[in-house]
T-cell receptor
Framework: RKEVEQDPGPFNVPEGATVAFNCTYS??????FFWYRQDCRKEPKLLMS???SGNEDGRFTAQLNRASQYISLLIRDSKLSDSATYLC??????????????FGKGTKLSVKP | GAVVSQHPSWVICKSGTSVKIECRSL??????MFWYRQFPKQSLMLMAT?????????EQGVEKDKFLINHASLTLSTLTVTSAHPEDSSFYIC???????????FGPGTRLTVT
């Protein structure tokens, strides 16, 4: 089983749509959780951290369910500029003091006019 | 936020040659830097953890004699791909760990094509 699994995608949605990404992780010792965004041929950029209580940043809402080892990202009112690959990332405390980042394969989102 | 640079941004080399990629933290000191590799439509895979002043720690399946890592200063780590083969063609990304924020900051990546 892969350490971090995501919806395969791609997701093709019209502008203004709401889109949800799902992610599961296998290591229950994982400590921190993130969503990154990666544009084509670019480095990943941190979109937001994910907390157990759920957190929101504008049109983006992230949620974490530790019991089921599940993470989600919801994008409301999607914009053309949201088109990118969204990476689910997990950090454990099992590889040195800072832990390793484990990346999912990513889900590609295309927002169409 | 913290800035990390990589050089070169892309490189084409012939099979059998060696290529050096530099990763620099521009406005902070990083005792730890990470090297990742990403093949098309695949996830970023950690190759090795580079620690300033000591030997790098390689992930399982990554040949340490092929991918030489040197972290000679607190702002520079280098990855040398030795005797490159076409299957080494990939997107190589480094990140630098900013201890005060407990965050990794990524470089812009280096696209390597081996012909």
């Amino acid at each position: 089983r892969k350490e971090v699994e995501q919806d395969p995608g791609p997701f093709n949605v019209p502008e203004g749509a709401t889109v949800a990404f799902n992610c599961t992780y296998s290591n229950s010792a994982s400590q921190s959780f993130f969503w990154y965004r990666q544009d084509c041929r670019k480095e990943p950029k941190l979109l937001m951290s994910v907390y157990s209580s759920g957190n929101e940043d504008g049109r983006f809402t992230a949620q974490l369910n530790r019991a089921s080892q599940y993470i989600s990202l919801l994008i409301r009112d999607s914009k053309l500029s949201d088109s990118a690959t969204y990476l689910c990332v997990v950090k454990g405390n099992y590889g040195g003091s800072q832990g390793n980042l484990i990346f999912g394969k990513g889900t590609k989102l295309s927002v169409k006019p | 936020g913290a800035v990390v640079s990589q050089h070169p941004s892309w490189v084409i080399c012939k099979s059998g040659t060696s290529v050096k990629i530099e990763c620099r933290s521009l406005d902070f000191q990083a005792t730890t830097m990470f090297w990742y590799r990403q093949f098309p439509k695949q996830s970023l895979m950690l190759m090795a953890t580079s620690n300033e002043g000591s030997k790098a720690t390689y992930e399982q399946g990554v040949e340490k004699d092929k991918f030489l890592i040197n972290h000679a200063s607190l702002t520079l780590s280098t990855l040398t791909v030795t005797s490159a083969h076409p299957e080494d063609s990939s997107f190589y990304i480094c990140s630098a760990f900013l201890r005060t924020e407990r965050e990794q900051y990524f470089g812009p990546g280096t696209r390597l094509t081996v012909t």
